[in-house]
């Protein structure tokens, strides 16, 4: 399971990249944001297609 910290994106790319595996209801990047639209009646947003954990090396 990889690290929390590895879920990274700059969204600067108009694309959403292979982190966000589930992303739906025209949930989309766009000019370096990433845009969830908000509407009565429908879902939408970014879900990531992995699962991720917490645990790693303690902060010191």
Avoid: K
């Amino acid at each position: 399971m990889p690290s929390l910290s590895s879920l990274v994106d700059n969204f600067n790319d108009d694309v959403i990249g292979p982190n966000w595996g589930d992303s739906y209801g025209g949930a989309n990047e766009t000019g370096g944001q990433a845009r969830v639209p908000c509407a009565a009646g429908t879902y939408a947003g970014y879900q990531t297609g992995r699962a991720w954990t917490f645990a790693g090396p303690p902060c010191i």
